[in-house]
């Protein structure tokens, strides 16, 4: 967060940074988009059947269908999509950040930046981290989305359970600020990611074996960090939302 924001102050008060940072941000989100989204994809379509396998079969035997699509929404929406979507941006985006950031170290193109007189902090660390936090929550529903359709070819495909019966049952417990809570998780995972990444990255030193020092430790960090603060928002933002708004 200290690089982004002096990154900002720097943006507002030097107007030729403000078209280089939207370049930067724009090629950030080209190299974290396609190749991201179709693993999230494929991977959510496959969690989503696992779960689906897991948890149909018991509320069937419990003569509880119409229940079922309410609780495999609510768990794809709440927690499923948003740490799936997270662990996998973790591996691949939050790992490339922290290698590329720390070869530039090592390699002294960092100092080259500060000969020119530009920041890195503008340069390097703030388009990294918008593409990440503007990208996580479109990313986080399209997981959610292929997850429900993953569920609902399941559920027909083997128990002849309808899509409409499906749907109507998740929509009865699915609400819109289930939704928006779900995109804060990502928002504030992708902002843990990218801030964790950026600075392991760029406080990296000595020789070319230390980049992979780096590396290894943000991802470790990065999921410890994803881990401890979705519990935190699962009961603020869910658990305990209605409590909350009592007091």
């Given at each position: 967060?200290?690089f ?5 102050i720097q943006?507002?008060h030097?107007?030729?940074f403000?078209y280089?940072e939207?370049?930067n941000?724009?090629?950030?989100i ?5 190749d991201s989204l ?8 496959f969690i ?5 396998l ?6 069937l035997?419990l003569?509880a269908?119409n ?5 495999l929404?609510i768990?794809?929406?709440?927690e499923?999509?948003?740490?799936l979507?997270?662990?996998?941006l973790?591996g691949k985006?939050?790992?490339?950040f922290?290698s590329?950031?720390a070869t530039?170290?090592?390699?002294e193109?960092v100092?080259v ?9 503008s340069y ?8 990440l936090?503007?990208v996580?929550p479109?990313?986080?529903i ?11 070819f399941?559920?027909f ?5 309808s899509?409409?019966e499906f ?10 600020m289930d939704?928006?809570k779900?995109c ?5 995972f992708g902002?843990g ?6 600075f392991f990255g760029m406080t990296t030193?000595?020789s ?9 430790v943000?991802v470790v960090s ?6 401890i603060?979705?519990f ?10 209605r409590r909350?708004?009592?007091?």
């Amino acid at each position: 967060m200290f690089f982004s924001n002096k990154s900002l102050i720097q943006i507002i008060h030097k107007n030729k940074f403000i078209y280089i940072e939207c370049i930067n941000v724009l090629e950030q989100i080209n190299i974290i988009g396609p190749d991201s989204l179709s693993i999230i994809l494929l991977t959510s379509f496959f969690i989503g059947l696992v779960f689906s396998l897991q948890i149909v079969k018991e509320f069937l035997a419990l003569d509880a269908v119409n229940v079922i699509g309410s609780i495999l929404t609510i768990s794809f929406v709440r927690e499923l999509s948003p740490v799936l979507t997270s662990i996998i941006l973790v591996g691949k985006i939050g790992s490339c950040f922290t290698s590329e950031l720390a070869t530039m170290k090592v390699t002294e193109q960092v100092d080259v930046l500060y000969l020119l007189d530009i920041s890195p902090l503008s340069y390097l660390i703030l388009p990294r981290f918008l593409a990440l936090v503007l990208v996580i929550p479109l990313f986080n529903i399209f997981s959610f989305l292929t997850s429900i359709f993953s569920s609902i070819f399941f559920c027909f495909t083997l128990y002849d359970i309808s899509p409409n019966e499906f749907i109507v049952s998740s929509f009865n417990q699915l609400y819109f600020m289930d939704i928006c809570k779900s995109c804060i998780k990502t928002v504030i995972f992708g902002c843990g990611i990218a801030s964790i990444s950026c600075f392991f990255g760029m406080t990296t030193e000595g020789s070319s074996k230390e980049v992979g020092v780096s590396t290894t430790v943000s991802v470790v960090s990065s999921l410890v960090f994803i881990l401890i603060i979705d519990f935190i928002l699962s009961y603020f933002l869910f658990d305990n939302s209605r409590r909350l708004l009592l007091i």
